[in-house]
């Protein structure tokens, strides 16, 4: 069964919640690359070993944003927590071809405010 990229890299962010290493390895394709602020195009074993199971280090992860901007590529914007920190939110764009995730990027966001701050446009 082929999924569309969005079911895809949803079906992808649950595994992750549940830390499901066989969904995962579905949905990922044998020469995925995976990049964030502390990665560099990382492989798929070595992500499915380092970042893979991390999950339960969250009190919560909520997605906030799920947009297909570019056919097959997918953003993510999420809202989670850490034990013992502030809640923060990061963006992940993950690009499917087929099925499966070849690409996946994460920028980290910085901590989430108790209230959005509204800042008018300034001219630079």
């Avoid at 949803?10 to 949905?27: E, K, M, P, S, W």
């Avoid at 914007?77 to 809640?87: D, I, S, V």
């Avoid at 910085?110 to 959005?116: D, L, S, Y």
Wanted: some cysteine.
């Amino acid at each position: 069964m082929i999924r569309t990229p969005m079911e895809t890299v949803l079906a992808q962010f649950a595994a992750y919640r549940v830390g499901d290493r066989r969904a995962a390895r579905i949905l990922l394709h044998d020469d995925m690359t995976f990049t964030s602020p502390q990665d560099d195009h990382i492989d798929k074993t070595t992500f499915l070993e380092t970042c893979f199971p991390t999950a339960e280090r969250f009190l919560n992860q909520e997605i906030t944003a799920a947009v297909e901007f570019e056919p097959g590529t997918i953003m993510l914007r999420y809202t989670a927590q850490l034990r013992g920190e502030k809640p923060f939110s990061n963006v992940e764009i993950m690009k499917v071809r087929n099925g499966e995730i070849i690409e996946i990027e994460v920028y980290f966001g910085g901590v989430q405010a108790a209230e959005p701050a509204y800042r008018p446009a300034q001219k630079i």
